[in-house]
């Protein structure tokens, strides 16, 4: 018997496999389940996907008294999701896919957990920023994918997520890591886009993952300087020296103009374009996986 499975079987079990006819579709797992785990999450369970989340503290305990709510500015989703504390409460199947969607710093021991519990050949799609968890989980597992992430959200409140993008869900360019795609990565596209994301197959994924780290750096400013101050100047010129180190070091990464020709990212909506930790230092909520 898996760790802890005894004292929590009854939560466990709504997320076990159920047989069906026929051929059963992937379950995603999120692990880390906050701003952008519940957006991914809540859209591809409102589209008739197996779902599964992994949070921790409030907010778990929100989404299984209440279920989880995600707003948007064209529609709410009040969505009654399975939801764990750990990846030990779940029975891990042969078509499960697993996102993980908690920051860097929890990546370790996270991935250490996510093996114990489902073993080296689980598929992890690292859903986050920055580019070492993939690293991380190549050293635990077969199957890794990479995803830039494009979305824009925020963690409210315990079973709250506002999600900015007012025509859907945003974008999500994947591959398989360190480089290449397959049919499960064309699998997880085609299913994001059912969703109501952008889902897109990019053989060199890591060329827009580097390429976020660009578009990043100016996620701290409004905790910074303030909501509304002109850094324009300041972020460009951090940009060009960003570049500059890249091409001195040797890393490809995707351009400026091929993001501007890709036309991806959230597209309007209300704004939200801080960054999930310049957005959470503002209004002092503490920063959840996600």
């Known amino acids: 018997m898996r760790r802890g499975l005894d004292k929590r ?33 809540a859209r591809l369970f409102a589209s008739g996907r197996e779902v599964v989340l992994i949070a921790r503290g409030p907010h778990l305990e929100a989404i299984r008294e209440h279920g989880l709510t995600v707003k948007t500015p ?16 779940v029975d891990f199947r042969e078509d499960d896919v697993v996102f993980l969607t908690m920051r860097s710093q929890d990546c370790t021991d996270a991935l250490d957990e996510l093996r114990l519990a489902g073993g080296a050949d689980l598929p992890v799609v690292c859903t986050q ?86 578009r990043n750096l100016g996620a701290a400013f409004p905790a910074i300087f303030g909501p509304g101050a002109d850094t324009v100047a300041l972020r460009a010129r951090l940009e060009d020296e960003t570049e500059a180190v890249f091409q001195a070091a040797g890393i490809d990464y995707a351009s400026r103009e091929e993001s501007a020709a890709g036309g991806g990212g959230p597209r309007g909506g209300w704004g939200g374009g801080a960054g999930r930790g310049g957005l959470n230092k503002i209004r002092g909520t503490p920063e959840l996986a996600g």
Not at 11 to 33: D, E, F, H, K
Not at 74 to 83: G, K, N, S, V
Not at 190 to 205: D, I, S
């Open 9 to 41: 079987r009854a939560v466990a079990y709504q997320c076990r496999a159920r047989p069906r006819g026929g051929r059963m579709p992937n379950r995603y797992v999120i692990y880390g389940a906050g701003g952008i785990g519940c957006t991914i999450g």
């Open 74 to 89: 064209a529609d709410t989703l009040e969505l009654r999701i399975p939801a764990v504390a750990s990846p030990d409460e």
């Open 129 to 214: 920023n920055g580019i070492e968890n993939e690293r991380m989980a190549l050293r635990r597992f077969e199957r890794v994918y990479a995803v830039e992430v494009l979305v824009a959200t925020s963690f409210v409140e315990p079973g709250l997520v506002l999600s900015y993008d007012k025509h859907g869900g945003g974008t999500l360019v994947l591959g398989r890591y360190p480089d290449g795609a397959d049919e499960l990565a064309r699998a997880i596209a085609a299913a994001l886009t059912a969703a109501g994301f952008r889902g897109e197959v990019e053989e060199r994924v890591m060329r827009w993952k580097y390429h976020k780290l660009i």
